[in-house]
């Protein structure tokens, strides 16, 4: 096993070089100005930059999880305090309705930068990040049961916003990805958090940690998950 975690689990780290690979293009696509690599079908919104920058923060967060020693573990607090920190100014942002900079900080985007809000984190994708943020934060303190409802709680909501916002697109209904005024998650961000969310509970759920916390109470956990579900 790697460090308390099953040998036999690649899907977790598999799915974070994917979305690592994704938050790349997007980064790069932004800054030498190549649409295709932001926005996967002409007139829709292309990935914000702060939304690639997250991706890549996160899944570097969570591969440093994996692979780190026990004693090198709780460094994983860098990477999940940025991507908590960029998500929440985000939704600051949204909730009191005023603009501090963070949205260009990092690159200016350059083919909607007219119109103010096509330049930001949609508000469900901040959400998301945030909780993905907050859950990366609580990762070495998981042998808690609170804090393990929360991640498995968290998780479990990043990956279903992911997966509607994707049915979204298949099915035309903005709806499912469009939350507030003109921002919307964009295709790429929809299947980026999806596969974070899974490969994050994949790689967690294969922990020591989680193993002791639920021995001999898988049932409540399945029941715990079809609640929120339904």
Not at 27 to 38: E, N, Q, Y
Not at 61 to 90: E, F, Q
Not at 155 to 184: C, D, K
Request: charge should be positive; aromatic fraction near 14%; charged fraction near 10%.
């Amino acid at each position: 096993s790697v460090y308390g975690m099953d040998k036999r689990n690649s899907l977790g780290p598999i799915l974070c070089v994917l979305v690592m690979a994704l938050g790349l293009s997007g980064m790069a696509g932004v800054i030498m100005h190549v649409p295709i690599f932001t926005i996967i079908f002409p007139g829709y919104i292309g990935m914000s930059f702060n939304a690639a920058v997250c991706f890549v923060i996160a899944s570097i967060g969570i591969l440093s999880y994996i692979y780190l020693s026990p004693a090198y573990k709780k460094t994983v607090l860098i990477p999940a305090s940025m991507v908590t920190v960029i998500a929440g100014l985000t939704l600051a942002q949204f909730i009191f309705d005023f603009d501090i900079g963070i949205d260009q900080f990092f690159a200016k985007y350059w083919i909607s930068d007219d119109k103010k809000y096509l330049l930001q984190m949609a508000q469900n994708t901040a959400i998301a990040f945030f909780l993905i943020g907050t859950s990366l934060m609580l990762v070495n303190w998981s042998h808690q049961r609170v804090v393990s409802l929360y991640i498995q709680l968290s998780l479990l909501a990043v990956v279903i916003v992911g997966i509607l916002a994707v049915v979204g697109y298949m099915l035309h209904l903005e709806f499912l990805y469009r939350w507030y005024q003109n921002t919307r998650m964009t295709v790429y961000t929809a299947l980026g958090l999806t596969m974070l969310g899974i490969g994050f509970t994949s790689a967690w759920t294969k922990t020591a940690e989680y193993a002791t916390l639920y021995k001999n109470n898988e049932d409540k956990r399945i029941m715990v998950i079809f609640a929120v579900i339904l």
